[in-house]
């Protein structure tokens, strides 16, 4: 059975990449930043072949051959950048960097490693950083929002084609197959799309090198939007 790491296996990205991987036959190690893990855990540490271990009590897993490590949240790019200095990793294993693709960050890489790039990601438990959440939350939008308004994809979406294309070579971005479907979030949630019209002009990280991979979404906007809301209520995020 072929072994995989997540980290921070709680977070957004990360979570729903571990259970696409436990889906698929993998098992799979999921570090936390903490010593116990948070209660999502409970949605899949049943699973014989799920593990949790604590940041501090990793010791790496010399049959591991693919590693994700979850980026995708702005405001924890530091904390998690600064603890792979010390992050044990098997030289056999392929790394993939989960980023946003208007990502200012880099991070310091080997040969043996992959860029993901993913454009706005919505669902259940997205980070606040992203403008749907804000809404939801009943937040005033800051001009910290990481969105790209011209690609939406749902997170199963996105956690699917991250481990169908772990053993392809070189990195890619994610793209969606539809046009203004994050003007249609917007609109669902009762926003006006003109009124974030200056989200158009954010970096966008382009490059030759990154393959372009665009997804047809499976998800109807109105039923993702509906369990991103019911989410946000029950749970309180």
């Known amino acids: 059975m072929s072994l995989a790491v997540v980290y921070p296996v709680c977070s957004f990205i990360g979570f729903a990449v571990c259970k696409e991987l436990l889906e698929n036959g993998y098992e799979t190690v999921g570090v936390g930043l903490g010593i116990e893990p948070s209660d999502r855990w409970l949605e899949i540490g049943r699973n014989a072949n799920a593990r949790y271990v604590g940041l501090e009590e990793f010791t790496g897993e010399e049959e591991c051959r693919h590693i994700f490590i979850d980026l995708y949240r702005h405001r924890d790019f530091?904390?998690?950048?600064?603890?792979?200095?010390?992050?044990?990793?098997?030289?056999?294993?392929?790394?993939?960097?989960?980023?946003?693709?208007?990502?200012?960050?880099?991070?310091?890489?080997?040969?043996?490693?992959?860029?993901?790039?993913?454009?706005?990601?919505?669902?259940?438990y997205q980070p606040e950083e992203f403008l749907y959440q804000s809404i939801i939350r009943g937040n005033e939008p800051t001009p910290n929002l990481i969105d790209d308004p011209d690609n939406l994809l749902?997170?199963?979406?996105?956690?699917?084609?991250?481990?169908?294309?772990?053993?392809?070579?070189?990195?890619?971005?994610?793209?969606?197959?539809?046009?203004?479907?994050?003007?249609?979030?917007?609109?669902?949630?009762?926003?006006?799309?003109?009124?974030?019209?200056?989200?158009?002009?954010?970096?966008?990280?382009?490059?030759?090198?990154?393959?372009?991979?665009?997804?047809?979404?499976?998800?109807?906007?109105?039923?993702?939007?509906?369990?991103?809301?019911?989410?946000?209520?029950?749970?309180?995020?």
Not at 88 to 113: D, F, G, M, W
Not at 191 to 206: T, V
């Open 78 to 124: 530091d904390i998690i950048t600064n603890s792979l200095k010390e992050f044990p990793i098997n030289k056999q294993a392929i790394v993939h960097y989960i980023l946003p693709i208007t990502s200012p960050h880099s991070v310091c890489r080997s040969e043996q490693s992959q860029l993901i790039l993913l454009p706005t990601v919505y669902g259940p």
């Open 154 to 237: 749902y997170i199963d979406d996105v956690a699917t084609h991250i481990v169908q294309s772990m053993n392809k070579r070189g990195d890619f971005s994610m793209i969606s197959t539809e046009k203004q479907e994050w003007e249609k979030g917007l609109e669902i949630l009762d926003r006006s799309p003109l009124r974030f019209s200056s989200l158009n002009k954010r970096h966008i990280c382009q490059n030759a090198c990154i393959t372009t991979l665009p997804i047809t979404p499976t998800m109807d906007i109105q039923e993702g939007l509906n369990k991103q809301i019911q989410t946000a209520e029950t749970d309180g995020i």
